[in-house]
T-cell receptor, first 115, second 114 residues
Framework: GAVVSQHPSWVICKSGTSVKIECRSL??????MFWYRQFPKQSLMLMAT?????????EQGVEKDKFLINHASLTLSTLTVTSAHPEDSSFYIC???????????FGSGTRLTVV | AQSVSQHNHHVILSEAASLELGCNYS??????LFWYVQYPGQHLQLLLK??????LVKGIKGFEAEFIKSKFSFNLRKPSVQWSDTAEYFC????????????FGAGTRLAVHP
């Protein structure tokens, strides 16, 4: 079946630094990538949607200059948390959709801790 | 505001008990509906999905869900739960025209005791 590889699975960084999270679709072409954020014991909140080769569409309240999304190829999308602060600590999950009929494949998530 | 509501935040059952988890949505028009499960420490897995046709959908691991359009509901059911069903369950909606994005409910944490 379809697989999305997300790295790193966890990362600790200092305040003010930037962190890049990668999601790769291993056996299909991800025409659309969704990036979610999940706080402890809460649901997944959609941050942005990106289509390959286009600028990402951000949800209301999500700072596009802080959460940079790149989807330059059909198999790779990245989320960069710039100038990270402790309040950015969260679980970030990518979700890829290919051209198959309504198939969504989730990455395993990245736990970010900003100290 | 448009949303996806899961009524039960935490459910505790004994093995062999029946399960029903509620999900309601407030989007109008055509929607696609999903139930996902997240086992401890693992990523989201699709249990079942509804696009059209028979409103009673059967998924993996003995789960099923019924789409009731008039009630804007898509409740998840299992006649007899097992300890291994302990997990968090998320209802998700793909609103028509919403760039195919999935909107999730708050989740229901299910604990099944032997």
């Amino acid at each position: 079946g379809a697989v999305v590889s997300q790295h790193p699975s966890w990362v600790i960084c200092k305040s003010g630094t930037s962190v890049k999270i990668e999601c790769r679709s291993l056996d299909f072409q991800a025409t659309t990538m969704f990036w979610y954020r999940q706080f402890p014991k809460q649901s997944l909140m959609l941050m942005a949607t990106s289509n390959e080769g286009s600028k990402a569409t951000y949800e209301q309240g999500v700072e596009k200059d802080k959460f940079l999304i790149n989807h330059a190829s059909l198999t790779l999308s990245t989320l960069t948390v710039t100038s990270a602060h402790p309040e950015d600590s969260s679980f970030y999950i990518c979700c890829a959709r290919g051209e198959s009929n309504y198939g969504y494949t989730f990455g395993s998530g990245t736990r970010l801790t900003v100290v | 505001a448009q949303s996806v509501s899961q009524h039960n935040h935490h459910v505790i059952l004994s093995e062999a008990a029946s399960l029903e988890l509620g999900c309601n949505y407030s989007y109008g028009g055509t929607v696609n509906l999903f139930w996902y499960v997240q086992y401890p420490g693992q990523h989201l897995q699709l249990l079942l999905k509804y696009f059209s046709g028979d409103p009673l959908v059967k998924g993996i691991k003995g789960f099923e869900a019924e789409f009731i359009k008039s009630k804007f509901s898509f409740n998840l059911r299992k006649p007899s739960v097992q300890w291994s069903d302990t997990a968090e369950y998320f209802c998700a909606v793909n609103p028509a025209g919403g760039y195919n994005k999935l909107i999730f409910g708050a989740g229901t944490r299910l604990a099944v005791h032997p």
